[in-house]
C-alpha cells in the first residue's frame, strides 16, 4: 500500500523535474500514485426519509417537547406552545435559544408560517434562525407579499437576498438546511476569517457560501466582535404565530 507520505514525496520528485527540465507530459506515474486510504470515512446511517436525521445528528426538536431549548431572556424553561409534533411561537413570552452551544455546523429546520395570512411585508408570519445568537436567516411568509429583498424570506437579514423566492404557501412546511462556519479571531480578538453560510430552501440552493460582513444589525453597518467559537442558536419571536419541527444539528 503507498501511504500519503510516500504520495506527497512522488509529487514533489514530479515537480521538481518538472520545473527542471519542463518535461511533465512525459512523466508517467502508477495510478496508486494519487491514491490513499487513510483515513477512513465514518459511516453514518441515513434516515428513512430525506429530511429525518442521521445516525450522527443531535436532534434537539422531535416534537415532544421543548428540554433542549431555553429562554433567551432568563434561561427560564422555554414557553412556546408544543402541539401535534410542532412548537409554535407564544407572542411575548420572547425568542428561545438551545442549552447547547455549536459553532460549525448542519442545521436542519422546518417551519411553516401562520394559516391564517395577516399584515404585509416584515409584518407577515416572522420569525428566524439567529445562529450563534448573532447571525440571522429570515423566516418570513414571502409567498406573495413584497418586502426588501435582503429582509425576505431565507434572506442572510440585511445583508444577502436569497438567490430566488422558494417559500411555500402559509400553513405549508418549508425546509431550511443551513451550512455555517463560524468566524475566526486570533488572540488579539481581530477576525481572520469571516462567517460563511449556505443555506438550502426546500431543496434549492438560496444562500451559496456567502461570506457574513458581521452579526445582523437591524440599522446600521455590520461589524465583527470576537466572540466564543460556540455558542447557542435563537428561534425569533417576532409576535407571529410561526411553526417549527424536525430541528437535528451535526457538528462538523
Request: hydrophobic share 40%.
Amino acid at each position: 500500500m503507498i501511504t500519503l507520505k510516500r504520495i506527497l514525496v512522488l509529487i514533489a520528485v514530479v515537480s521538481f523535474i518538472s520545473e527542471s527540465f519542463g518535461q511533465q507530459k512525459d512523466i508517467k506515474l502508477p495510478p496508486e500514485a494519487t491514491e490513499f486510504w487513510e483515513p477512513v470515512p465514518r459511516k453514518v446511517s441515513v434516515g428513512a426519509q430525506n429530511h429525518d436525521a442521521p445516525s450522527d445528528a443531535i436532534v434537539l426538536f422531535d416534537g415532544s417537547n421543548l428540554n433542549n431549548f431555553v429562554s433567551v431572556r432568563d434561561n427560564s424553561p422555554a414557553a412556546w406552545k408544543v402541539e401535534n409534533g410542532s412548537m409554535t411561537v407564544t407572542p411575548q413570552k420572547g425568542d428561545i435559544k438551545t442549552k447547547e452551544a455549536f459553532g460549525d455546523m448542519q442545521l436542519h429546520i422546518e417551519w411553516a408560517s401562520p394559516t391564517v395570512v395577516k399584515g404585509e411585508g416584515q409584518g407577515r408570519g416572522n420569525s428566524g434562525v439567529i445562529i450563534m445568537g448573532m447571525y440571522e436567516i429570515q423566516v418570513l411568509d414571502s409567498y406573495e407579499s413584497r418586502t426588501y429583498s435582503n429582509g425576505q424570506a431565507a434572506s442572510v437579514y440585511k445583508q444577502y437576498p436569497p438567490l430566488v423566492n422558494a417559500t411555500k404557501a402559509p400553513g405549508e412546511w418549508n425546509t431550511y438546511d443551513i451550512f455555517f462556519t463560524a468566524p475566526r479571531f486570533n488572540k488579539d480578538g481581530m477576525l481572520t476569517s469571516p462567517a460563511k453560510v449556505t443555506v438550502i430552501h426546500n431543496g434549492i440552493l438560496v444562500q451559496n457560501a456567502v461570506e457574513l460582513k458581521g452579526p445582523t444589525e437591524y440599522i446600521g453597518i455590520p461589524n465583527y466582535r470576537a466572540h466564543e467559537a460556540e455558542l447557542p442558536f435563537v428561534l425569533q419571536d417576532h409576535g407571529d404565530l410561526v411553526s417549527f419541527r424536525n430541528i437535528w444539528v451535526r457538528r462538523l
